[in-house]
């Protein structure tokens, strides 16, 4: 079975600070993880995703994340928020054979001017 | 190339209807996977059809069906709507069963009144 616990279901940082949302995952196989953003009346765009080769993966806008596998966590950083940042962001998990996505309750991020 | 389409995008209808919601994966994709959203219980997966076939169902009763055509399009029928069915529904195609990427459509959203 998998699970996905997303600490922290609204963050808020101001525009140029860091942004790092939590994502810790349980997975009785090796797992795929997935950051998933949903902007508002949107469906899921993929920021970035771990599939077992570097631990730390780097994504789209700017945003990275690294698989620390002692930790079970995969934590989704940026340097530098934007406005544009805004969002509600999804972890997911998956079996390496699975098709299904078991998604985290998702953290929705406020950027402050 | 054209993303994950879905149709309709808004649907109101009411307790006792039944809906029929339609998705065209990325061309040459030919997984595709059903998720539901809703506030209380979030993203949760409703079924993946390959080939034609079911192949993996979540933990939804038997009113949700879903049905893949030869040419990867695929349909979810709602029958004897309760209003507890008011929900984003969310389609996600891959190129092949088991591939990690799934790539997801704007969602159509359903309001059971």
């Known amino acids: 079975a998998q699970s996905v616990t997303q600490l922290g279901s609204h963050v808020s940082v101001s525009e140029g600070a860091l942004v790092l949302l939590r994502c810790n995952y349980s997975s009785s196989v090796p797992p795929y993880l997935f950051w998933y953003v949903q902007y508002p009346n949107q469906g899921l765009q993929l920021l970035l995703k771990?599939?077992?080769?570097?631990?730390l993966v780097k994504g789209i806008n700017g945003f990275e994340a690294e698989f620390k596998k002692s930790e079970t966590s995969f934590h989704l950083t940026k340097p530098s928020a934007h406005m544009r940042d805004a969002a509600e962001y999804f972890c997911?998990?998956?079996?390496?054979?699975?098709?299904?996505?078991?998604f985290g309750q998702g953290t929705r991020l406020t950027i402050n001017p | 190339k054209a993303g994950v389409t879905q149709t309709p995008r808004y649907l109101i209808k009411t307790r006792g209807q039944q809906v029929t919601l339609s998705c065209s994966p990325i061309?040459?994709?030919?997984?595709v996977s059903w998720y539901q959203q809703t506030p209380g219980q979030g993203l949760q997966f409703l079924f993946e059809y390959f080939s034609e076939t079911q192949r993996n169902k979540g933990n939804f009763p038997g009113r949700f069906s879903g049905r893949q055509f030869s040419n990867s399009r695929s349909e979810m029928n709602v029958s004897t709507l309760e209003l507890g069915d008011s929900a984003l529904y969310l389609c996600?195609?891959?190129?092949?069963?088991?591939?990690?990427?799934?790539?997801f459509g704007p969602g159509t959203r359903l309001l059971v009144l």
């Open positions: 996600a195609s891959s190129l092949l069963e088991g591939q990690e990427t799934q790539y």
């Open positions: 771990y599939t077992s080769a570097a631990t």
């Open positions: 061309s040459g994709h030919r997984s």
């Open positions: 997911a998990v998956s079996g390496r054979r699975a098709q299904k996505l078991v």
